[in-house]
């Protein structure tokens, strides 16, 4: 037990005042996953998490069933809850979803009469901009970065103005955003060069940009999948 408690205290999980809901313990416990403060295969245990976040077990559990559903945490029947191992073929499942409803998304944008409104589309690419700048170049994409990247996503699927698409794409932003902290390095000059082509294409409402969009979209499984290809053959780094 004081053990399994060590380990939670490690993960930088800020404690969470006892009136407060299941609601403050899943968006703790996702932030922590997706951010890989608590990596792949590790246990999540209800009385160490519950000591941690200074709240009920009952709060805990009803957090790892949402995280269970989210496909962020698997039960292991007889053992209990632990953070999944994404695999290849989840990035493969995860960006065939994404470029299903990104492509559309921006295909049913395009046929729209009405302007654009790109402000929020263009301030998250200013974000991605300001984060690449602080970024190394011989380092994987940072925290800043990738949050920049999966809203500018998110600001361009919401572009389509499709409450069912929208939803959608919210259902895979969790785990979108552990993959992307599996990229390999990447120049920070051209993450930025990448989002700047997607956005002027969506300006001009070049008939291109739903294709501009899959490939890439594809260009980042390729990368997201090599890297994860490549820990699955590590066991000692805990993929299977």
């Not at 295909?107 to 790109?118: G, K, M, S, V, W």
């Not at 409450?163 to 599996?182: D, F, K, V």
């Amino acid at each position: 037990m004081d053990g399994l408690l060590a380990d939670s205290q490690t993960w930088g999980l800020a404690a969470v005042e006892r009136r407060s809901t299941t609601d403050h313990v899943l968006r703790e416990l996702r932030a922590a996953i997706v951010s890989g403060r608590i990596g792949p295969s590790q246990p999540l245990r209800e009385a160490a998490l519950a000591e941690t976040l200074g709240t009920g077990r009952s709060a805990i559990r009803e957090a790892v069933r949402h995280l269970v559903q989210e496909g962020l945490v698997e039960y292991r029947l007889n053992k209990g809850s632990f953070v999944r191992m994404l695999s290849v073929a989840d990035v493969d499942d995860v960006y065939l979803a994404r470029e299903a409803i990104e492509v559309s998304a921006v295909r049913h944008a395009l046929r729209q009469e009405e302007p654009f409104d790109l402000e929020p589309l263009t301030q998250t690419l200013g974000r991605i901009t300001t984060a690449a700048q602080d970024a190394a170049a011989d380092q994987p994409p940072g925290t800043a970065l990738i949050a920049a990247d999966l809203d500018f996503h998110r600001e361009m699927v919401r572009l389509s103005a499709s409450p069912r698409l929208i939803r959608a794409h919210e259902t895979l932003a969790a785990e979108a955003q552990m993959l992307l902290h599996h990229q390999p390095v990447y120049s920070p000059i051209d993450y930025t060069a990448d989002h700047t082509v997607l956005l002027e294409a969506i300006f001009r409402r070049d008939p291109e940009a739903p294709e501009l969009v899959r490939d890439h979209l594809r260009l980042s499984a390729e990368l997201i999948a090599g890297e994860v290809g490549r820990l699955e053959q590590t066991p000692e780094v805990g993929f299977k």
